[in-house]
Every structure is written in structure tokens, then in C-alpha cells.
């Protein structure tokens, strides 16, 4: 709490949002495919799977870096590029995953952190707001809408709420809008794996 | 985490609460091609748009936060503050005015709705300033500048402060490049012109003017206070300025006992509480100054 010599806006806001910041980059990766800059991407499941952009996932052999800066070698499971995702298997299991949210139940105004590597700065975090929440079908409509900064290298993130939970994954900037793949559009991409019996295990 | 809501949580709520409490009075406002733009009930019945995003003047409609759309009539537009007023029937809440200036660093919102939902952006006020004239002649009554993403569709939106209330309406249409915000202040002295006169009366002399300088000799003989004067080229027939005796030729050098050195230091003299009152000119003829008297008249609507 704030001290009686400090200035502090909101006392604890700024504690609070490095550890929402913190929390995200523990379960934030480093997308390398070949030469190409780096993309970021989320542990969704504990056993290894990493959602990242299937345009951050250009190649069938993907080099990720975890959190701890080990590198370790990535499997493309599945990809999906209408809807810009893709999903990674991790040769080691019992990765910390991403507690989520659905992005649906946001409402325009809430908070949004984001952490990538934009511009190739590892880790890097913005705040942001909800400028449009997805109402679903196609189009515009279809992406949770931020008014937050970001940069080529957030790529495959994660966009969270004020409660650190993981509502979209960064996926491209449209006017100066961020604009991510809400989580449920996540999950209904990797059930689909699931059912195609693409590899991808039940969490 | 802790179960208790942390402070960038309750920050957030805090937030969404107030895009929702004064989304309420945003509207959509369909009166050009490509997307809508955004319009604020300002009273009841009567939506505050800007004026550049407003293209046609009939067969304008307005999209509600209910998802309603009505029919809107144009009751008048002001270009030179980039304002226009609607009346809608309509139930929708009239905004939470804010009647305290803004202040530099300020968390501010911007809110639009281009289309059927409420979008919101955060900021702060980035610069203050006093009173000041637009390059259409319009007087703002503070410069409010704002450190924000400006996203298509937001002029005609609302700025809204900490504690929800209406501080002004956004517009992209005053400056190149960057968002400014006509204070409410301005936005109601403007619409109420709008809603009782249908536009907003100027002052007018009838001439047209150019800078010139004045060489450093007649400076002098003329006991002039700057170098540079109005050199008149045309004075319209039966106008203020002709039935006070300006003449093509005269070097205009104060106005009202102002040294003018701009066309718009004229305009800045002739506001619209100026009409049927004599006002002074003073000009350089023949290389001799003298002092004319010009009772200030209205504009002619369309007319710089």
C-alpha cells in the first residue's frame, strides 16, 4: 500500500498490474519459424499445446522458446489461417497453461494487458481497453476489438482481462485497433482437432 | 489472486460502468457513405453530431444504444466549430454535462458508435489551452488536445471524465493529425444558436482583404503599431463597409482599436454579438490615417 512519502494514483493499481503482467509471461512463448521474426504464443494446456497465429506458424518444424529461456523444438498440430490460429505441441509436458475467460462476456470501457514481443522486445506488456467485444458471425464483428498498442511480435499473445485471464490471442492491427481471436473461437478451433483426431489430447 | 476484486479490477468495472452509463446517450449517426458516425443526446430530443461527418441533409437516421433506429432532422450546422444539431424523438437520456475545464492529465474516455455497439478508447488530456478561433472563423472556448488513438468513426463522440460526465464532443474535423475536443460549454452555446436561429449569426463588413506590408516611412507617418496592414480589394455594394465610406485601396491597420495583420483578426472582431453595433476602423488613405465608423451587420447565410 501506498507509503505516505510515495504518490501512488490507485493505491496497489500498479502492484496489481505487474502481477497480472508477470503472471502473463509465464505462460507466454517465443514462436520462431526458421529465419522469420518472432511470433508469440499461449500454453493453453498443461500437457504442451501452445495457440499461437497460424501466420506467426509458417513452417511444419517451429523453434519455441519457453518462458525460462529454454528453446525447445514445436510441433505443428493443426492450422487454421481464416481464423489466424494455429495449434503447437511441446516436446515436454507439465507446462503452467493460461487461465482464460470468454471474451463475450466483456463489456466496452473493461481493462486489457497484453505481453508479446513486439518488435522483437521480448516480453514486452501494454494496457489497453475493450473497444469492441466480439458479437460473433463473420467480419469486423467476429474479433475482440482493443484499444491498446501493439506491434508485429505480439502476434499469437495474449490479450487478458483486469483479472489476468486470457480472453483473446493477438492477432493483427486494423486502423490502430488491436484485434484478437476471442478465446471461445480458440476452444471451438481445437475441439475441431480433437474430433479430427489431429494429435491434440483432451486437456 | 485473491477472491476480492483487485484494484485494476475494480478499475475496469469502474470503467465499463462508465461506458455504459453514458453509452446510453451515444448514437450512431448515419448521413454519409462508408461507416456511421457518432452523435451525444445533449438534451431531450436534440443530438450534438459533428459537422463533417454529417454529408447530406435529408434522410439522415440515428441508431439508438437500444439498437432503435429513428429519423433525424437536421436543425442546423455551424462549420466553423465543426457542429451540428438534430432533432430526434426519442426517450434516450440526455448525457451528464461536466461543467469544470479540463485539465492536463486527466484519464479521460473518448466513446463512439460506429455502427451498433458502443466502442471506448482510453487517454488523457494531453494540452489546455484558452480561447481560440478555428480556420473557419469558429470560437472555441478551450484547446483540448488529447493523448489517445483516434479510430475511424469517433468524431461526434463524447469525451467523458473519471466521473462520467460529458466534458465535450471529439472531432477529428479541426485539425490535421491529432483528436481535439469542442468543450460542452462551447457545444451548448452552439446548439442553442442552432436550435432557435437555425445557424449561427456573424458579424459582417463586406470586404475582402489581403496582408500587405507598410513601408517603414508611412509606418512611421502613420504612427502604425505593426509593419504589416490589410490592403482592402473589394468592398460589396450596399454592404456595412460601402455605407461607411470604405473604399478599394484603403489599408485596413486596427480594428475596434486592434492592430490587424490577418484577414482573420477582422473575422476574430466580428463576432455574432457585434451586429447593429458601430464599430471603429482605422485605415491608411492617401498616406494619411483616418478613422472610419462601420455599423457591423449579419452575414449573409453562405457566405465567408
Redesign the interface.
Known sequence: MAAADTLEL????TA??G??SERLRGVTVQVRAGQASTGAGVVWLRHGLVVTNAHVATASKLEVVLPDGRAAPARLVARDPERDLAALELPSADHEPAVRADARGL?????LVAVGHPLGVAYATAL??????P?GGRGPAAWL?A?I?LAPGNSGGPLA????RVVGINAMIV???GFAVPTHVVERFLSRINRGGRGARAA | ?SSS?????T???D??????TV?RSVVAVHARRRIPASGVVWQPGVVVATHHTIQRDDGITIALHDGATVEATLAGRDPSTDLAVLRVATSAPAAALSTEAPRVGQVV?A?GRPG???????GIVSAVGGEWRTWQGGTIDRFVRLDM????GFSGGPLVDAAGRVAGINTSGLARATALTVPASTVSRVAAQLLSRGHIARGWLGIATQPVRLPATLQQSLGAEAAIGLVVVNVEAESPADRGGVLIGDILLAVDGRPVSDPGDVLAALGGDRIGQAIALRVARGGRAEQLTVTVGERPRGRR
Open positions: 490507485v493505491p496497489g493499481l496489481a498490474l502481477q497480472i463489456r466496452p470501457g473493461e481493462l489497453g481497453l475493450v473497444h469492441r467485444p458479437t476489438q484499444d498498442r482481462d483486469a483479472g489476468g486502423g490502430g485497433l | 489472486m476484486p483487485g484494484p485494476l479490477a478499475l475496469s468495472n470503467l465499463a460502468a462508465a461506458v455504459d453509452g474516455l466513446l451498433a455497439s458502443v466502442t471506448a478508447s482510453l488513438a483516434v479510430y475511424d
